[in-house]
């Protein structure tokens, strides 16, 4: 039935058609997850939900906005996209993209956005007199996030009519904490056990929503009826519909592991790009494995996540040192307000986070870490192009937007070796310090010397004309590459890498001989490592050229690919030397 | 009596002694903030609770953390600091400092992150078995912002105990708005109409805070009655207390106007700085008499501020255009996000707003405005350094963290009447668009060419050797001031106005004839505009001196005398030019 899918065949079906899309949705999600890797149990819960939001309502004259956008599978199939090459370079997104289709209104990635959106778009509509629904659908983790709570307390300022649905299912890629899940809990115990009690959430009211809740998501039928009654109800008021969810529905391994089930990686793919020889332990097992055997002797040191704690490789520590490890749920600004306040007062943090969402704690990195300069230190994961999320998840802007921040020193190691030196080395070092990496480790690159701030090490010792300076693995991989491939044709270049990309090795660079000078790193190039590099050098004549990301969003595919095609590659770097050694 | 003011002194006076003291603070903080400048009737309104805070917890043992900060002038005075020297160069900060006493446990100075803070510290307090109390003094404004709600999310997971104080005088720097605000306004209007009522608050329970109030918090008996009843309730549990205040206490003009007399100007001292010759408009009120103009003819143009409105020279758009214009109170981040929504459904929103606070939007600038390349305004006032509020108020980041974003366009006037040229442009641009400016217009630069993006123009053109290429009012004026001297030495230099910080004018570098260039920004070096012209010229052997702020926070002090301070003077574009030109 996918195949001819449109708005008009699927508002013609009856409930048995309905289900019958519903299970070949199901199916289709489940074969291009795992094909492509993806988000699974988030979208099988979520099938019963969309079609009858595509059934009840009118798309794309009205707005659906998703939060977070990983559970629009269902909508992007009905919408009459295919999920064949889901995830890949020239495929489709695995997030909603206004670019991709009509029916994809606004664009989302981080969590908590949606029902701000939705009230902008209200708002917009009322004020050109337009008729069309807005509605957001939200989960119970989002619901953490204070930009929810902030777009709740201005819904009766807007003066104007959304829909949040709230898709509980009691996660978000871990369970859900946090009070507020408690209160859902509550409400759904109530509902569950008095079918008579009258529909109604204080909280919620108090905001200006009519609540109604909570219902099966997973029963179509049911949705159907409740949609309809509610998009009648959405003529003179804003209603919060709260709606049970099964994460992984329908399929018994996904309901029962949801959390692993979340996010599936297309088998060996990260791997096989970077052409690994022998398997290395990931840097996020490193984290854990290193933050445990440091907290062991050092009890000052604490960890904090922000709903990502396997992710990042801490589940071993928050079993172990349960007292000592606090997962605050979606809430990025206020999980560095702790760190830096529980460094105020004598202790040690590490707060462990994905480079693309530590931007939601830029200011208090500014104002509470750096500005009182307090030692915490920050585990950036995922960083550089992080790539079948796409534009929203890259990790390319971390250098420059950490490397600005007075008091802050950011290192970058080399390997996963290295990164175990940086994590020993952070433990005595008494200012705020991030360290940025990589999801997969598949090369080591032979000893690690000694760790000092600010101090950067020879790979590679060249003969005078050319140095490639550049931080982190894979930068590092292309530099000692284009190294290899420079020697067979004669040239022999310097290799350094740089472990620290704020301070700068300025002894190291005032000496160096070399007057041609690439810069590499999986960054931005605009305020990034190299263009420290060329501000250091900006009144010495040096022949400085960046290898870095070209200013533009970068899309969603595989890692590699992706860093070829936005200027990150062998080539770039060989290109310089040939130009100058045919001058 | 504050001349030998200690705790134990304090502890020992009655009640009669201890009201003469707050009238003596009283009259301290009017003598000081008209002398200098700063907060007067927030610090008014928070004399009895300080002084009683003073009496009846043990400081600096217990801890005290001020939400955003502004209200501490009492907690100063009481912790022997002198107010003589308030937020001039090596006097006392207007804002909580660590570094200045032990009384003062946590820095402060953007809205919202004082109940988290309070966690962390219980936390590690809890952690190292100590039995400290933490304190939390916010105000209703910043009630509003999300990071509140997180951190009351979390309260139930962290198992600890804090006292948050909610100080309820129905402002920000503007009156309150929202839903929560009107909760608590019912919360007063209960409590005065019925003394015998139930003292609780179900909305603060469901995160588990005990509830208590509202009670007159400028009754200073009242106060160290309730006071010594929390503290004794704290031993087992977290409480919020809820007090009104009147803003402007014990002053009658400042009672009644109580936003003219949230912040005060030392009087003249900024325009002392720049030496004026005549009064010019100021950036803001241009901003709201040209949004007015645009507005009249524009229906599409909508105004966002978040608790600025006046500051920000929008209370006339407020007035004429109420239907497009919206105060969501301190909540940046909802405020851009309305924003780019609103422009997503065909709108074109300005969000105005001062630099530092920006900050809090770093990330849904990235991934909502820019991500979808949407046609929002982000007018960015009191850029640069903004002077005696100091480190957490300078605006001398955003030119570094906003380049850095793709899809951004990021201008720079060189005086309001470019500014108002820019912002005829920014109607018909069909993009993200950033324009950053001082509080302060002191100058107009003759006459303004046409705005086309990433266009520049040549105020003075020299003899070929030399360039300074400068953006903004006060680096302009520096350039200029720096070329009539050298003039007078012998030596002509290019001075260009970088109007466009944000795509560089490529076509006006790569022509440019002389070797030696100076850059000149009233923002950090570091990933600023230099910077970019840095990496532009990365490899053509251009000698270049990047005149802007050194890495380290900016104190408060007066605008010129920072400057200089921090690196940005004539005198380091002169010795440049000097240097070169003597070898």
């Known amino acids: 039935m996918l195949n001819n899918i449109n708005e008009a065949r699927l508002k013609a079906m009856n409930l048995k058609e309905l289900l ?64 064949s090459a889901l995830r890949q370079l020239g495929g489709v997104s695995g997030f909603p993209k206004r670019e991709e289709s009509f029916f994809d209104c606004y664009n989302t990635g981080h969590a908590g956005t949606s029902v701000s959106a939705a009230l902008g778009m209200a708002k917009a509509r009322d004020l050109s007199g337009d008729d069309y629904n807005v509605i957001a659908v939200i989960g119970d983790g989002s619901f953490n996030n204070g930009l929810v709570y902030e777009a709740f307390n201005s819904l009766r300022l807007l003066n104007t009519r959304v829909l949040v649905i709230l898709n509980d299912n009691g996660m978000s890629i871990a369970p ?85 089930t979340h996010g599936i990686s297309a088998s060996g793919i990260q791997k096989a790009d970077f052409n690994s020889v022998a398997p290395v332990t990931e840097y996020s097992q490193m984290l854990g494995k290193k933050l445990c055997s440091l907290a062991e002797k050092n009890s000052k040191i604490v960890a904090v996540t922000a709903a990502m704690t396997s992710g990042l490789g801490l589940s071993e520590f928050f079993e172990v040192f349960p007292d000592r490890a606090v997962d605050v749920g979606i809430c990025e600004e206020h999980a560095t307000i702790l760190c830096a306040s529980m460094a105020a007062a004598g202790y040690k943090p590490y707060y462990a986070v994905y480079s693309t969402f530590l931007q939601r704690s830029f200011d208090e990195i500014i104002i509470d870490v750096c500005g009182m300069n307090l030692p915490v230190t920050l585990c950036v994961d995922r960083a550089g192009i992080s790539g079948a999320d796409g534009e929203t998840h890259q990790g390319v802007f971390d250098l420059s937007y950490l490397s600005l921040i007075p008091n802050l020193t950011v290192a970058v190691p080399k390997d996963v070796r290295e990164f175990e030196k940086m994590l020993e080395f952070s433990e005595h070092f008494n200012a705020p310090l991030a360290i940025r990496y990589p999801r997969e480790s598949v090369k080591i690159f032979g000893e690690t010397s000694e760790i000092v701030a600010g101090k950067w090490e020879y790979l590679v010792r060249g003969s005078g004309k050319y140095a490639v300076i550049a931080c982190g693995e894979r930068a590092l991989g292309y530099a000692l590459n284009a190294g290899e491939i420079l020697r067979k044709n004669g040239v022999e270049i310097t290799v350094i890498n740089a472990r620290f990309v704020k301070p700068l090795d300025s002894e190291m660079l005032l000496n160096l001989t070399e007057k041609y000078i690439v810069t590499v790193e999986d960054n931005m190039l605009i305020g990034g490592f190299g263009a420290l590099v060329d501000a250091f050098y900006s009144e010495s004549g040096k022949i400085i050229k960046n290898v870095a990301y070209a200013d533009k969003f970068i899309t969603h595919g595989s890692v590699k690919k992706l860093m070829n095609e936005y200027g990150v590659s062998e080539e770039s770097i060989i290109g310089f030397v040939e130009k100058y050694e045919n001058r």
């Open 20 to 83: 019958a899309l519903s299970e070949e949705l199901r199916e289709n999600i489940t074969q291009s997850v795992l094909k492509n890797g993806g988000h699974l149990s988030s979208n099988l819960g979520t099938v019963e939900l969309t079609v009858a939001l595509h059934y009840v309502f009118d798309l794309p004259k009205d707005k659906i906005i998703f939060d977070v956008g990983h559970q629009c599978y269902s909508h992007k199939l009905l919408s009459g996209r295919s999920l």
């Open 176 to 260: 859900t904490v946090g009070s507020m899940h408690e209160y859902l809990e509550i409400l759904s115990h109530d509902m569950a056990h008095d079918e008579k009690k009258e529909r109604h959430a204080k909280i919620f009211e108090r905001f200006g929503f009519g609540y109604d809740g909570v219902y099966d998501g997973n029963d179509l039928e049911k949705m159907i009826t409740k949609l309809t009654e509610v998009k009648e109800r959405l003529k003179t008021e804003s209603v919060i519909l709260h709606i049970l969810t099964k994460k992984g529905k329908g399929y018994e391994f996904c309901e029962e592991n949801p959390e692993e």
